[in-house]
């Protein structure tokens, strides 16, 4: 998905995001007050829809893909 996006990244390798961003992730100075969504569902983790401009507005929705616990 980063590679889509133009963003090159490499297992073990550090990526500076303070002036540049990586792929859907904005630079960090672009971006100093970023809103989120989140919920707790069934022991899941699910964060908001990151397609939109999260500097100017909380996600509508919650991604289809959650985090789990192993």
């Given amino acids: 998905m980063f590679a889509q996006m133009g963003c090159t ?5 550090a990526r500076d995001l303070v002036d540049t961003g990586c792929g859907f992730v904005p630079s960090l100075m672009s971006v100093m007050g970023e809103y989120d969504l989140a919920s707790i569902r069934d022991g899941a983790l699910y964060f908001g829809d990151r397609s939109g401009d999260l500097a100017k507005a909380r996600p ?3 991604t289809p893909y959650p985090l ?3």
């Fill in 9 to 13: 990244l490499a297992v073990g390798v």
């Fill in 60 to 62: 509508s929705a919650l």
């Fill in 68 to 70: 789990r616990r192993r």
